[in-house]
């Protein structure tokens, strides 16, 4: 059974980076993509992106000039970088394994709620 | 504003039957990608429903089926139960500019 735990930063400043990592235990890096998703208060779920074993790299249009998402094989991490973080920024981040055929989220992290706040 | 549309609530006694639809277009579900379906108490990580439109993961009871026709599809719930409140999402694949990995604004459903 794969398990997800994440962590990172939970307060931020405007204009500050936020920054997440996700461990995987359990389960192989091979044959998925390992996505982030953000939820902001109240509302419903947004991708962000994703990477593969190969550092291959999906990301959503809207976020892509601030994203980047990488993976670290030796440590079974993989990581979020989102910079000029704003208060539209402010979410639950969860980190998800996708199915590379089907494209849905077998499995989910914890959760992260990033507060942006001056 | 969500790429696939979703009634933003539905209800229901328990013992009763509800669908939650999801609506799309020819950019989604309408190009054949499948639709998945998530379930998401309060306060917890979304959870797997229905993948590949019809298919249920182990451990998920099979009064919750899902179908897809068109450019829609439906998640049904049948023999409502109280531990059924929760949000619920549909998610598919998009080929145009809204990116890869598309859901829908989410349906509360409240067990009376």
């Known amino acids: 059974q794969v398990r997800l735990v994440q962590w990172g930063a939970g307060l931020l400043k405007p204009s500050e980076t936020l920054s997440l990592t996700c461990a995987v235990y359990?389960?192989?890096?091979?044959?998925?993509?390992w996505s982030w998703v953000r939820q902001s208060p109240g509302k419903g779920l947004q991708w962000i992106g994703d990477?593969?074993?190969?550092?291959?790299?999906n990301y959503n249009p809207s976020l892509k000039s601030r994203v980047s998402i990488s993976v670290d094989t030796s440590k079974n991490h993989f990581s979020l970088r989102l910079s000029s973080v704003t208060a539209a920024d402010t979410a639950v981040y969860y980190c998800?394994?996708?199915?590379?055929?089907?494209?849905?989220?077998?499995?989910w992290g914890q959760g992260t709620l990033v507060t942006v706040s001056s | 504003q969500s790429v696939l549309t979703q009634s933003p609530s539905v209800s229901g006694a328990p013992g009763q039957r509800v669908t939650i639809s999801c609506t799309g277009s020819?950019?989604?579900?309408?190009?054949?990608?499948?639709v998945h379906w998530y379930q998401q108490l309060p306060g917890t990580a979304p959870k797997l429903l229905i993948y590949?439109?019809?298919n249920r993961p182990s451990g998920v009871p099979d009064r919750f089926s899902g179908s897809k026709s068109g450019t829609s599809a439906s998640l049904a719930i049948t023999g409502l139960q109280a531990e059924d409140e929760a949000d619920y999402y549909c998610?598919?694949?998009?080929?145009?500019?809204?990116?890869?990995?598309?859901f829908g604004g989410g349906t509360k459903l409240t067990v009376l």
């Open positions: 998800a394994v996708k199915d590379t055929v089907g494209y849905y989220f077998h499995y």
């Open positions: 359990g389960g192989s890096f091979s044959g998925h993509y």
């Open positions: 990477v593969n074993l190969g550092g291959n790299t």
């Open positions: 020819s950019s989604n579900i309408g190009a054949g990608y499948d």
């Open positions: 590949g439109n019809t």
């Open positions: 998610q598919s694949y998009d080929n145009s500019l809204s990116g890869h990995v598309v």
